[in-house]
């Protein structure tokens, strides 16, 4: 089975800085596209950024200049670079990854465990 495991969550000030990783393991033939949500408590899930495997990025509007993804095609590793961080990014973040194993042969998605962040004001 595929696992994505998150890690770099914690707590942080307003306006500090902080840097997820997201590291994807198993039986994985590829990776095309791998991105980050967050949920908030009562809140649905939502689209943080994504990248895809020629590097084209797309952010939500709420995170736009202050975060950044990226990725590590050698070691399936998806990064988000987040600074100036605010209380409303308070949040449990999941990364996401669409993989093609070798079991199915075919393209699935793939959700990691979630990492808290929060942010003090």
């Known amino acids: 089975q595929v696992q994505l495991v998150e890690s770099g969550g914690g707590l942080v000030q307003y306006g500090g800085s902080l840097r997820l990783s997201c590291a994807a393991s198993g039986s994985i033939l590829s990776i095309s596209a791998m991105g980050w949500y967050r949920q908030a408590p009562g809140k649905q899930r939502e689209l943080v950024a994504r990248?895809?495997?020629?590097?084209?990025?797309a952010y939500a509007d709420a995170v736009m200049s202050r975060f950044t993804i990226s990725r590590d095609n050698a070691e399936n590793t998806v990064y988000l670079q987040m600074n100036n961080l605010k209380p409303e990014d308070t949040a449990v973040y999941y990364c996401?990854?669409?993989?093609?194993?070798?079991?199915?042969?075919?393209?699935?998605?793939?959700w990691g465990q979630g990492t808290q962040v929060t942010v003090s004001s």
């Open positions: 990248t895809n495997s020629d590097g084209a990025t």
């Open positions: 996401r990854a669409e993989i093609t194993t070798f079991q199915s042969m075919l393209v699935d998605d793939f």
